[in-house]
């Protein structure tokens, strides 16, 4: 849900720029050996199988609550949150993981991914989400008591604000870890997972804490059940919106911190004068 986009700016950067000057060597080179085609196919399939488990142990642990009772709504808090936090280190140097296509539309527009493979990471994201319901559906005993899709236990209106705030909260950290470079970028999967775990927390029991489409729309198709969903689609994506826009409000920089703390040599001086 997550997106360290940091983190893939180093093996696979320097393998592509490796593979494109073999190709002015080798103008033979077809389509589906280029390098940018095989990264972008390594990104998404490494977005589906994120997607995959984050959906597939967060509500795996929803319904074998509602089943048993032994996991706890704790328990369900720390299984998303961890869940994230274990896949980010995993795969956030391949793909960025984002496992969230409102966070993916954010860092595309603020342009910190590239607009065109908006797409492709969506779909990614949404199969993922697909498989995942579909396979919690064939393996536990699936009903309308224990049913894990989202929706508003109160107002739609209610779950649409805790829906937003949530998932404000949850991009101002992304954006603040994970692409601001004065970050420190190996805490970033720890903070994402830890803010999704409060997010559950909070948001859960009113409107379950989806804060991601795909968390939705997945176990929607597989069980049919669309209560409300577009408060699940508006909500994450206005919310991740706006806390993308307020962190890069107040970024100001994208120096790395040592420069920002630099101090001119002249500075002292001028001070001295001016006072």
Not at 115 to 131: E, N, R, S, T
Not at 137 to 163: C, H, K, R, W
Not at 193 to 218: C, D, E, K
Request: glycine residues 10%; contains cysteine.
């Amino acid at each position: 849900m997550a997106a360290h986009d940091s983190l893939e700016e180093g093996g696979v950067r320097s393998a592509e720029e490796q593979y494109r000057k073999s190709l002015n060597d080798d103008e033979g080179t077809s389509f589906w050996s280029s390098a940018v085609v095989v990264a972008l196919i390594q990104k998404v399939i490494a977005e589906a199988v994120g997607t995959y488990f984050l959906i597939f142990v967060g509500c795996g642990s929803v319904v074998l609550n509602k089943m048993y009772g032994t996991v706890t709504f704790p328990g369900v808090c720390l299984a998303f949150g961890i869940t994230v936090m274990v896949m980010i280190y995993s795969v956030g140097h391949i793909s960025g993981a984002h496992f969230n296509p409102a966070v993916t539309i954010t860092m595309a527009l603020f342009r910190q991914f590239p607009i065109k493979h908006v797409p492709l990471y969506i779909l990614a994201q949404l199969l993922g989400a697909l498989l995942a319901s579909g396979t919690l559906y064939l393996l536990l005993d699936v009903t309308d008591l224990t049913s894990f899709n989202t929706a508003p236990v109160g107002s739609p209106i209610q779950s649409l604000a805790m829906e937003f705030i949530a998932s404000f909260l949850l991009m101002f950290v992304i954006s603040g870890v994970a692409t601001d470079n004065r970050a420190i970028g190996e805490m970033a999967g720890i903070a994402i997972g830890m803010t999704l775990l409060i997010g559950v927390l909070i948001a859960g029991p009113i409107s379950g804490g989806s804060m991601n489409p795909a968390r939705t729309i997945g176990p929607a198709l597989i069980l049919h059940k669309y209560t409300a969903l577009w408060v699940y689609i508006i909500g994450p994506i206005l919310g991740t919106i706006l806390g993308g826009f307020v962190y890069n409000l107040i970024r100001f920089t994208d120096k790395p911190l040592k420069e920002v703390a630099k101090v001119p040599a002249n500075f002292v001086k001028s001070a001295s004068r001016a006072w």
